[in-house]
T-cell receptor, first 116, second 115 residues
Framework: DAGVTQSPTHLIKTRGQQVTLRCSPK?????VSWYQQALGQGPQFIFQ???????QRGNFPDRFSGHQFPNYSSELNVNALLLGDSALYLC???????????????FGPGTRLTVL | DAKTTQPPSMDCAEGRAANLPCNHS???????VYWYRQIHSQGPQYIIH???NNETNEMASLIITEDRKSSTLILPHATLRDTAVYYC????????????????FGQGTILTVHP
């Protein structure tokens, strides 16, 4: 049973460029969340996709956008890259449960983005 | 989601039990306690979660106090591979609106297991 996969593993971009990161959820999962982890910090929630729509968003600018495809995979796009966008980008997948039940998110290995 | 407080670091001898505490004094009745760990530069790994009752799985045990204001993650026989940052997270279940699945990570506890 494949876990959460992310690509690419590492990426180097320059300021002002755009980047697309990809995530395939764990088999049977339908929800994808994205997190940004700066060096020495805990992961910070960017947004979550369910049924191909963004249904919750953290405190990130509109430069950060995403998409979910019918097969539940997802992309994270970042436009006009800044030096401060250098971080480990993590994807987590889960299965949407009934109201008041807590799903469990499983994380991928992450994509290390370096902005020069 | 309720805020959690964890010690910044802990040490444990290999083969001994590691007991990681977490305070969540403002937890509400519909909030779960989750534990994740992160080994350097890898994605966080789910360990265990609970609502009221103590829980045990193949990785660890979770002890939640009766008033639910604190909890302890227990690794029964720590190994060198258990050296990691451990995050205690309190989050509401699927309540709709703005409460869908967001995990709020703090600084966590750096657990170092010594030979």
């Amino acid at each position: 049973d494949a876990g959460v996969t992310q690509s690419p593993t590492h990426l180097i971009k320059t300021r002002g460029q755009q980047v697309t990161l990809r995530c395939s959820p764990k088999s049977g999962h339908d929800t994808v969340s994205w997190y940004q982890q700066a060096l020495g910090q805990g992961p910070q929630f960017i947004f979550q996709y369910y049924e191909e729509e963004e249904r919750q968003r953290g405190n990130f600018p509109d430069r950060f956008s995403g998409h979910q495809f019918p097969n539940y995979s997802s992309e994270l796009n970042v436009n006009a890259l800044l030096l401060g966008d250098s971080a480990l980008y993590l994807c987590a997948s889960s299965l949407a449960l009934a109201v008041w039940r807590a799903d469990t998110q499983y994380f991928g290995p992450g994509t290390r983005l370096t902005v020069l | 989601d309720a805020k959690t407080t964890q010690p910044p670091s802990m040490d444990c001898a290999e083969g001994r039990a590691a007991n990681l505490p977490c305070n969540h004094s403002t937890i509400s009745g519909n909030e779960y306690v989750y534990w994740y760990r992160q080994i350097h530069s890898q994605g966080p790994q789910y360990i265990i979660h609970g609502l009221k009752n103590n829980e045990t799985n193949e990785m660890a045990s979770l002890i939640i106090t009766e008033d639910r204001k604190s909890s302890t993650l227990i690794l029964p026989h720590a190994t060198l591979r258990d050296t990691a940052v451990y995050y205690c997270i309190v989050r509401v279940g699927n309540a709709g609106g703005t409460s869908y699945g967001k995990l709020t990570f703090g600084q966590g506890t750096i657990l170092t297991v010594h030979p």
